[in-house]
């Protein structure tokens, strides 16, 4: 039952700038994926929806100074880190491809394949729509002329472009020496089978549980049973293991302490990173590099992103039966026993998901980057263009991305015949499977493909073809390749793809077919004997010279530089200092800096408020058939008052807090929207929410919400009784949870998975009610991704405050 008490005081707090609210983590995985391409791509529907405008001018200037190059791998991770990378550059890559987006929406829809893409003063169209479209997307803060303001600050500022690549492959260095040794992606057993287990059989855990003998390839999954059950390793079973390198990678230290959400935003940065470079290229090559006008030789840089870019066209065209993470990909477990895999697998099993996912995602966005820059090749020096084309040879690394495109995937689907809905319908008889094509669309999410549809050109498959284009027809690159038999077999094996429904789709491939009909019959030197060009690596000498990507190797620095190259003790006391400096000290229940990002990049909830589908619609509502009519207006005019602020707190049995939360009114007048009820118009304030105590951001569910209303008082007014601050209440939220027969005295249980029949995604409350003349506060719940049981308690928590509105009279 809901309580109102009504005092007057005159205490004035201040705001509390550094109080971030928690929201509900979302994986990074899930989260809306970056476009792909500027001109093609329009994912303005998931931006807009994010409540993370960033406006011209200060604010991004604000946040573009945040962006530092990270110096020392040991540093990723740190509070800074997260705050530069994982906040603020998200938030700028989100705003500039919404922008992106809202462009191409509006504009010319036309793919350019020449250089300088499609943005160029000369491609530009003249649209009268764009104007209010960008003015959305800025919370209608002028742009000052530049559309494209984000890619524009970098463009401007390429220091700031060079801090990206360096802390690129800072990130890649890290997911590959520190979380796990030895390139955790293809980490394989003396068999050549990968040794990461996603699906163990029910006898493997039964064995393992019980003890049985176990050789060295079974230690990975023996080591995550037993980290799960709670149970001590064997010394002498260690000591007579070869395969343990893996138990002293930094992963292991994350998995033991709860830091998985922590570490898959540190994944993702680094997808964020090449996402956003895709769109700055996008306009063609930054020409502060070109001009060598950085602090740093934009050859090196340049130099550093087509090795990068190399790598991950590799890593795309590696087999799947040696490539765990694209094999996640393009096998992806039955529904049946994908849930099965969910409530078994521990946390290191976790972690590992985490990097393959997005050790993929970055894979796929790297892909438009090596386009665009095959498609400036001609502004590049010979250095460079002989490092595409002789030394990492892009013409043949796209050839597997055509014959198996990692975005295209057929697998089995079990269908339930339904007909047949008897008392004997869980039967097998009744289970069969039905082959479908599924295809990554333009948010890197797998739809299913009908086969009508099956030869349309998605904008990720057009990608390799647009580089093959540039890299066989540009003269300077024909100039610069030297042709074999063997690269001439390689390149004719694209001829069949080349139908008329591709060229229908991509006309410019009309005239890499006629190519490669010239190369048919055109005679070249044999395998290893094709003729160098100038811009080749050889000279007529036999002298070899091979440049060094001295980005990269300055990273790990040159003292350092034969340990990596050794027996590995730079990566172990690595991850030692990582783990007593960072991720010792917090959990993901305990994590500000995941509360932040919760809050300022995925936060709000704005979509369920905008579009009217919220449950909290119906409370709303409620608000017109409570209450009885008003006899007077006084009541009405002393709670019409501007709100300052209302202090939350979330209290137990004993009245001790146990969470508490400032609340500052977002909107104010006439921007709030009102609602007619029996008692007269009612406005409804959005509130911002900041956690100021507490630990962590789950809910306790049975908490007593005590809710402090300050109003500011009026100077003009004589009245002393006017309330300054009204007190409502409610015993218990009552939220969904699960009580557990045992509980754990010295730490907390954390990674529950929460069902959602259980736990619904949304839960609101309610705080005061018209009946009482009274204010209205309504309290929003979100269902966190994970619940966590507090050391000392049965009771699972599995929500956190993620929306606040209150409703007050009009006069």
Known sequence: MATTTTKTMNTTHDHNDDGHRYNGIFTPTSAPTHANDNATHNNTNNNSKMSTFVSPGFETTTLLESIYAI????????????TAYCVNLERLSIQAHATAGAIASVQS?????GGGGGCGENSTLAT???DNVLSSLTGGIGGGGNEEYIVEAFLENVDKLEALVKTLLALEFWRENVLFFNNGCRNKNKNGVDSTVEEEEAEEVEFEIEGGKRDGNEYDEYNNLNEVDGGEEDDDVVAGTKNDIETKCLAHHIAANGNALRTAFILHAETTIVSLLSLIFYKGIPAGWLDNGSSTSGDEVLLSLVDYCARQLIFLGTPDESNPALSRQKHPLPTSQLSTYLQRRSRMDEIRDSMYDATFQTAITSVTLSRYLCENLDELGPSLLSRVMEVHDFPLLMVPLVEEPPWTRRRSIEMRDRRNNTTNSNSNNDVSTKMIWEKLNDHNEWKEVPPADLLLLTKLEGQPWLALFHLTISRICRESYGLDEYRKSQLMRLRKYIHKSLVDQLPVLEELARYLDELSILGVPPSGQGVHRPSSSASSSGLLLTRVDSLREGIVGKKERSMVRGDGAYWERVVRTQWEEIF??????????????ASEVYGGGMDDVMDGTSSSAGIQSDLKKEGPQSTGDDWRVALSKPIQKIMLHMEDGSDNILEAFDLFPVQHGRAAATTDTPLGPFRRIKMSISQTSGEGEAMSPHAKAVAHIHFHKDPSSSNDDDPIEIVLSIESLALPTVEHTTSQTSYDEV????PPKTFPSKEWRQLGDLEGKSV???LGFKRLSRGVVPAGSTFLK???LSQAFLSQPVV
């Open 798 to 800: 599995g929500y956190a």
């Open 776 to 778: 209205v506060l309504q």
């Open 128 to 130: 009268p729509g764009l």
């Open 584 to 597: 010792s000290h917090v959990t993901d229940s305990t994590d500000v800096e995941l509360r932040r990002i």
């Open 71 to 82: 110096t020392s791998i040991k540093d990723i991770g740190t509070n800074k880190f997260m």
């Open 109 to 113: 829809t036309s793919v350019a394949v």
């Open 751 to 754: 990674g529950i998975e929460l």
